[in-house]
């Protein structure tokens, strides 16, 4: 899977690593800050995605696609399509732009609204990782954890790094009987919930 990174992808991903990492010491403002998963996330997130069964992939927070590029690696694999969902004008172009750029527009649904409204009328998901705006991580779990197939999985980003804020979500998580869930250490820490077969 990691193989099918063509240069223009490895490019495009070079290109927003720098962006982030300026962004996170120059004081952009937070609207324009990319605040991007690191490229071991990415990884990581690749080979979860791969391994779900079958049914809707989504990502909820598109930021400049730097991710949902990781994720199309899976989507090709799976022949399927990522559903990703941005709401911030400046980043949704930076996203368009990415999906050019690195040639995955086959693998990529972009969605231009909030996720919230709009995830409700998807299907059964097999597969969604949650990197929005950490407040509402505990309302997308409200949403998706009922959409969830049999061994599917939700990922939220940041579980360790804003833990004080994600802590709702991951209460809730961990208090559903219908998941197996796992704090795992790896860039800013991912929240792993399994949906149980039974």
């Not at 996330?41 to 069964?53: D, K, N, V, W």
């Not at 949902?68 to 969902?85: D, G, H, N, V």
């Not at 409204?117 to 990197?131: M, P, Q, T, V, Y």
């Not at 197939?149 to 833990?163: E, K, T």
């Given at each position: 899977?990691f193989?099918d990174?063509?240069k223009?992808?490895?490019?495009?991903?070079d290109?927003?690593?720098?962006?982030?990492k300026?962004?996170?010491?120059?004081?952009?403002?937070?609207?324009?800050?990319?605040?991007?998963i690191?490229?071991?996330?990415g990884?990581f997130?690749?080979?979860?995605?791969?391994?779900?069964?079958s049914?809707?992939?989504v990502?909820?927070?598109t930021s400049a696609?730097y991710?949902t590029?990781?994720?199309s690696?899976?989507?090709?694999?799976?022949r399927a399509?990522?559903?990703t969902?941005?709401?911030?004008?400046?980043?949704i172009?930076?996203?368009?732009?990415?999906f050019d750029l690195?040639?995955i527009n086959d693998?990529?649904?972009?969605i231009?609204?909030?996720?919230?409204?709009?995830?409700?009328?998807?299907?059964?998901?097999?597969f969604?990782?949650?990197d929005c705006?950490k407040?509402?991580y505990?309302?997308?779990?409200d949403i998706?954890s009922?959409?969830?197939v049999?061994?599917g999985?939700?990922v939220?980003?940041?579980?360790?790094?804003?833990y004080?804020v994600?802590?709702?979500?991951?209460?809730?998580?961990?208090?559903?009987?219908?998941?197996d869930?796992?704090?795992?250490?790896?860039?800013?820490?991912?929240?792993?919930?399994?949906?149980?077969?039974?």
């Amino acid at each position: 899977m990691f193989k099918d990174i063509t240069k223009r992808m490895k490019a495009r991903m070079d290109y927003l690593e720098s962006i982030d990492k300026r962004d996170r010491t120059d004081g952009t403002q937070k609207e324009f800050r990319l605040r991007q998963i690191p490229p071991e996330t990415g990884r990581f997130l690749a080979l979860l995605a791969s391994s779900c069964p079958s049914g809707d992939y989504v990502e909820i927070g598109t930021s400049a696609g730097y991710s949902t590029m990781w994720l199309s690696l899976a989507a090709k694999e799976k022949r399927a399509k990522i559903k990703t969902y941005e709401i911030s004008a400046y980043k949704i172009k930076l996203a368009k732009e990415t999906f050019d750029l690195s040639g995955i527009n086959d693998y990529v649904d972009l969605i231009e609204g909030d996720a919230i409204k709009n995830i409700s009328s998807l299907g059964e998901i097999a597969f969604c990782f949650i990197d929005c705006e950490k407040e509402m991580y505990g309302k997308c779990w409200d949403i998706l954890s009922a959409k969830m197939v049999p061994g599917g999985l939700i990922v939220a980003d940041n579980a360790l790094s804003h833990y004080d804020v994600v802590k709702p979500m991951i209460e809730k998580a961990a208090n559903d009987d219908k998941f197996d869930c796992l704090l795992v250490p790896i860039g800013k820490g991912e929240l792993v919930c399994r949906r149980k077969s039974v």
